[in-house]
């Protein structure tokens, strides 16, 4: 119903000066008070308690790593579907994976790890943890291992820039995933290693296998050689201290080259490290291991 001209409209909806109610009831000033003493408390209740939880984070490690399963174990080159395939008459077919490998590998150049106040020399054998002390102290930036693309050999794309593709001996570059603070432990008895890979165990080295991972590829894989610091991940480069105590870290790589590959057919293999607190997951096929589809064709 229009309101009446005669009875001040919205203006007097606002403020009835003879009545005295504010928006229609009475006492709005008591009622705006409550209001903004209401809504102040469980701002301050709400800010409190953000407050009292950022009081137990650490601002270097996470405070809960329960639900972290180390490690996950990563390639370059990969595809969505975890698949190599590429044609030896073709340039473009294998362009992008070298495209991948080049990119990655760029941070390991030479030239980028000059910086003696943030890199050192840790040795190009495989050593024991270094420790660069706790992630509470106040020791700052930590420095970060040098690694040389030399110690990847014919795969570290500074000879051959194809990386072995043209050849059909493909290359591929195998790392560890970072988790701060975790020091991969390196297997102590052979039980839980197959026997093809019990050779590659050694002190101080996360040892790297990888294999057919069907019964009807064996003999079709070939020789696989492993390239880098003692063929897998030296301790020395463990442990990581996070992102802002460790900006310049670089981690340890581990490449692997095809070097007899069965043509003209899919050949799956899987690749595995391990270590006393390395574990592995069906439901997840990057941690501690993967698997992936390779083929090269030739016709």
Not at 3 to 13: E, L, S, Y
């Amino acid at each position: 119903m229009p309101a009446n001209k005669d009875d001040g409209g919205w203006q007097k909806f606002l403020w009835d000066s003879e009545k005295g109610e504010l928006l229609g009831r009475t006492g709005g000033i008591k009622i705006t008070l409550f209001y903004v003493i209401f809504y102040g408390c469980l701002a301050g209740i709400f800010i409190g308690t953000i407050q009292a939880m950022l009081l137990t984070l650490s601002d270097y490690k996470p405070t809960w790593q329960d639900r972290v399963a180390p490690p996950g174990l990563s390639h370059t080159p990969r595809s969505d579907k975890s698949e190599v395939s590429f044609n030896l008459n073709d340039v473009e077919t294998y362009l992008p994976y070298t495209k991948a490998l080049k990119e990655f590998l760029a941070k390991y150049n030479e030239e980028v790890q000059r910086d003696q106040m943030k890199f050192e020399d840790c040795g190009e054998d495989p050593a024991e943890y270094k420790n660069r002390g706790d992630l509470e102290s106040d020791m700052g930036v930590r420095k970060a291992c040098r690694f040389s693309r030399a110690n990847l050999g014919p795969c570290s794309g500074l000879d051959d820039p194809d990386f072995g593709f043209k050849e059909g001996k493909p290359c591929m570059v195998v790392k560890l995933n970072r988790i701060v603070n975790f020091r991969p432990k390196p297997p102590t008895t052979n039980e839980s290693i197959p026997e093809d890979a019990q050779p590659k165990v050694q002190p101080n080295v996360i040892p790297l296998y990888c294999t057919n991972k069907r019964e009807e590829d064996a003999g079709k894989v070939g020789e696989i050689k492993y390239w880098g610091i003692g063929g897998g991940f030296p301790l020395q480069y463990y442990p990581y201290y996070g992102k802002r105590l460790h900006p310049h870290y670089l981690q340890p790589l581990v490449a692997l080259q095809f070097t007899n590959l069965t043509q003209n057919m899919e050949l799956r293999i899987e690749c595995k490290v391990f270590g006393e607190n390395i574990y592995y997951n069906d439901k997840d096929r990057y941690q501690g291991r993967f698997d992936l589809k390779l083929m090269i064709n030739n016709l």
